[in-house]
């Protein structure tokens, strides 16, 4: 009777891990596109301008911190063409071009922009992660250059369109920005609880 031997050997285990990793992080895109037009479902529309307080943020948030700067800006490029095409999933089953390119779309447009940033914040040297409060810290930071995307774009394309009444800088950065001060400090706290407890997990299998 012969013993059966292992074939493996520690470079196709580790070509094995790789593929894992490699598959993982392919999948993490589209998951993540998902995820947001889920959370970006939950919306409640704010008077008098009608954008809507969502937890799509949070979804962005949560999508920076966990794919990183390259994957995550993949992630919401792939959420914005999904949406331009005409998928609803923007806040309340909005879509199409005119969301981009109308009084949301800098909003829009810093998702994108602001993946990079709270990866910096929360990753140290060695790809350890950082506390509760560098996650904190990040989360008001992507928030921070939504709203100074989003603000200025609000303002042009309201200053801009003939059937609207002229927008003051403090009218734009009232209804732009204040009125969504208290859902940011929440969704940055969630992501912050959040982050703590599952991001080393998972940035040993994405990053």
Request: aromatic residues 10%.
């Amino acid at each position: 009777m012969t013993r059966t031997q292992s074939t493996s050997t520690p470079e196709s285990l580790t070509e094995s891990g790789s593929l894992d990793q490699a598959t993982l992080r392919l999948l993490s895109i589209p998951a993540a596109t998902l995820f947001t037009a889920i959370l970006a479902q939950i919306a409640i529309p704010t008077a008098p301008l009608g954008i809507p307080i969502s937890l799509q943020s949070l979804a962005v948030l949560l999508t920076a911190m966990a794919l990183g700067p390259k994957l995550g800006s993949i992630s919401m490029t792939l959420y914005l063409i999904t949406g331009a095409i005409g998928v609803g999933v923007f806040a309340e089953g909005e879509s199409g071009w005119l969301s981009i390119i109308g009084q949301t779309g800098g909003y829009l447009i810093g998702f994108v922009a602001c993946q990079p940033f709270a990866h910096w914040i929360i990753r140290r040297k060695d790809k350890s992660i950082r506390g509760w409060l560098a996650i904190f810290v990040a989360g008001l930071v992507v928030h921070a250059i939504i709203f100074a995307i989003g603000v200025p774009w609000l303002w042009f394309i309201r200053n801009n369109d003939s059937a609207s009444d002229p927008m003051s800088w403090s009218t734009a950065l009232y209804y732009g920005m204040v009125v969504f001060i208290p859902g940011m400090l929440l969704k940055s706290g969630i992501a912050a609880g959040i982050g703590a407890w599952c991001l080393p997990s998972i940035a040993k299998r994405l990053w």
